[in-house]
């Protein structure tokens, strides 16, 4: 059964800092992998989707990686802003339906 | 294209009374999920359509859920009868091909 972490589970940086956040995975076998962002009380927007055959994908001060040998993806922002603050989920696409199986998330406040 | 769209929005209940979740994909998607949120457990997948088929209803936590998508515009998921456990936000995804996932606004739903 296919198992998601996320580390850290909360992240509070001053306005301007570059961060990384971490996700793991079980099992290799996976056909993309998506990073989520998630607003207090909202749905959840695609930020990007690695497929399983890319090492990385970008979109604007976003930047993910997709190491999948060793089961792992680091979203890297760059010059956070206090708008940035948000719930940040990993999700890996697996099975046969692809279907998601998501981290418990990092929750993300960008200091003014 | 307006999304994935999800009725209603807010539901509130009393325990033992029937709920109806409704989702409506984006246009020419052929996989449609529904989803849980809770803090105690994240994002579950309940249960996922092809073609409106079901294909895995694995995770629908008990014979008091079912869903149903009659064609390719519209899914519902029906609790009877609802319990205060329940209570979670639902949401509902579409993809095409299995690739990117695009979620709904979610129904949060609260049992009494």
């Known amino acids: 059964k296919q198992e998601v972490t996320q580390i850290p589970a909360a992240l509070s940086v001053p306005e301007g800092e570059n961060l990384v956040l971490n996700c793991s995975f079980t099992d290799s076998a996976i056909y993309n992998l998506q990073w989520f962002r998630q607003d207090p009380g909202k749905g959840l927007t695609s930020l990007l989707l690695?497929?399983?055959?890319?090492r990385e994908q970008t979109s604007g001060r976003l930047n993910a990686s997709l190491d999948k040998s060793s089961g792992r993806s680091t979203l890297y922002i760059a010059a956070s802003q206090p708008g940035d603050s948000a719930t940040y989920l990993c999700?890996?696409?697996?099975?046969?339906?692809?279907?998601?199986?998501f981290g418990s998330g990092t929750q993300l406040t960008v200091l003014p | 294209d307006a999304g994935v769209i999800q009725s209603p929005r807010h539901e509130v209940t009393e325990m033992g009374q029937e709920v109806t979740l409704r989702c409506k994909p984006i246009?020419?998607?052929?996989?449609l999920f529904w989803y849980r949120q809770t803090m105690m457990r994240g994002l579950e997948l309940l249960i996922y359509f092809n073609n409106n088929v079901p294909i895995d209803d694995s995770g629908m936590p008990e014979d008091r859920f079912s869903a149903k998508m009659p064609n390719a515009s519209f899914s519902t998921l029906k609790i009877q009868p609802s319990e205060p456990r329940d209570s979670a936000v639902y949401f509902c995804?579409?993809?095409?091909?299995?690739?990117?996932?695009?979620f709904g606004p979610g129904t949060r739903l609260t049992v009494t």
């Open positions: 999700a890996v696409s697996s099975g046969s339906a692809r279907q998601l199986t």
């Open positions: 690695i497929q399983s055959s890319q």
């Open positions: 246009s020419g998607h052929d996989y």
């Open positions: 995804a579409s993809s095409f091909v299995s690739d990117e996932q695009y």
